[in-house]
């Protein structure tokens, strides 16, 4: 176990706590309903146009991230007032709310889970599974590109593929590309005429969005480490870096533990460790906890955020998705509201077979249920064939800090722990995992924003669906299709790819020139940037 970097007591206890019964009382989400946008705690963010909120509720939660809030600003210089029923209402734009957002970014920090290596990603069964006829006309694309990143941190593996066959940059790569173009524009456009609260914008413009923090795996440190050190001297990073005057490599990062694989359910209890990884004897499978154990292994770093750096909001996002940089309207909305958390869903399609989806359990309680650890995928597509629109979790949260940082504890001991069978590459066996969106079912007063699926969630849970968003072979004649737009593969490849492009032009700052996506240069960057502002 030491060879592999198992955390020999964390696996131990694990496996004691499931042989005698810990986590029996763990089970699947019960599926009362499935609920829809309401426009109070569910709100449609891709359509929004404006919003009104309590006024008082507003400057008290606002007040909460910093107490010099220039109060006048509100019904001057952004939206209006009216008062209904004794109650003061502030009504703002989406204008409005973009621009408060960007003034927000120095008590904001943006922070990716990383997790393991790209296990699920590159698998063969796996990527099968999603579509035999897709696998089939990739299959060449696939060998190619699954041999070069088995084995590799999912986040510094391309993000997408260029028209022209080149790789283009990694995850990583990207986010640190979009938080620097980020922090440029709240530098350029944040100024004391228009500043919601007082104080010199100037002092903070070093904090807007940084530091990023990320959780990494025992496995993985080092390289992601030497990556972005190496991404410093990136045609994707280096204008920026010059401009902002960020040391970019400054990451806050905590390494999260292995633990090993069980015995599959078939094999019975007691449980046991699987010792027949790759169908080789003796050989043990090492593998994350689920990206649930970012509050076990983050805390220290959530609270040096909090009380050292005067942080007051954090983005946990997965690594894997091209599409969710920081939105000033969600933090905007997300600050003004009466929440602990925000957390972004959209529409499930037939790529979004590995994640979770929005339901309101047994205790008509909003929650996130896992597909396959938490809710069966069967009941899922009896949902959907009875008409109900599936809202699906998007790995997008937004924390207000004061929250999380006081109640941690209670977090990292009520989130589930979760026991499922898996048959991969591998071997078929058991995992034990804990899901960061469940902690959805422990708050008070969630917030669900839907958004827009394809400029918000570009995900690649698996190889095949990074070359559907690449735009790779979609107008091939044998590329699955069906007369259900919902079940079709063609037209949901045609949306993502659709997405990257529009994300790459507008939030990362690129242009496709010559079937591959460059950079602009800064100054027509910035020039982009006011216009857009």
Known sequence: MSNKDIDINLTKQILSNINNGLYDNVKPVKVKSIPVINGNSIIDRAGLTHISF?????????????????????????????????????????????????QLYPYVSYGILNGGSATSYADEKKNKALNPELHKLYKSLFEKSSKATTGKPKGIVPAFINADGSNGPSFIELKLRALLIENYKYRITVNSENEIFSGDSASKKDSALFPLFQMTSVHTDTQISEAIEKYKNSPFLTDLLEKTGID????????????????HSSVGKPKQIFTNAFGRDGEMLPLPGGHGQNFMVLKKVYQYLYNELDKKLIYITNVDNIGNMPDPVSIAITAMSNTEASFEFSFRTPVDVKGGILVKDSNDKINCADIGAAIPREEVDKHEKEGRHILYNCATGLFKLDYLTENIETIIKELPMRITDQNKDSGIYSQAEQVTWEVIGLLKNPLILGVEKYERYLAAKLLLESFMTSGLLIEHSEFPEHENPEHDFKTTAQKLYAGLKKNLNEIYGMKEENNKWQPLNIDDLKKEIIKNY
């Open 54 to 102: 309590n006024f008082n509720d507003v400057c008290d939660n606002l007040r909460k991230i910093n107490p010099d809030l220039r109060e006048y600003m509100f019904g001057t210089v952004y939206g209006t007032l009216s008062e209904c029923d004794g109650t003061k209402l502030l009504h703002l734009s989406k204008d409005d709310l973009k621009q408060i957002g960007v």
């Open 248 to 263: 970019i490599t400054k990451t806050i990062s905590a390494i999260q533990p292995m633990i090993a694989a069980f015995t």
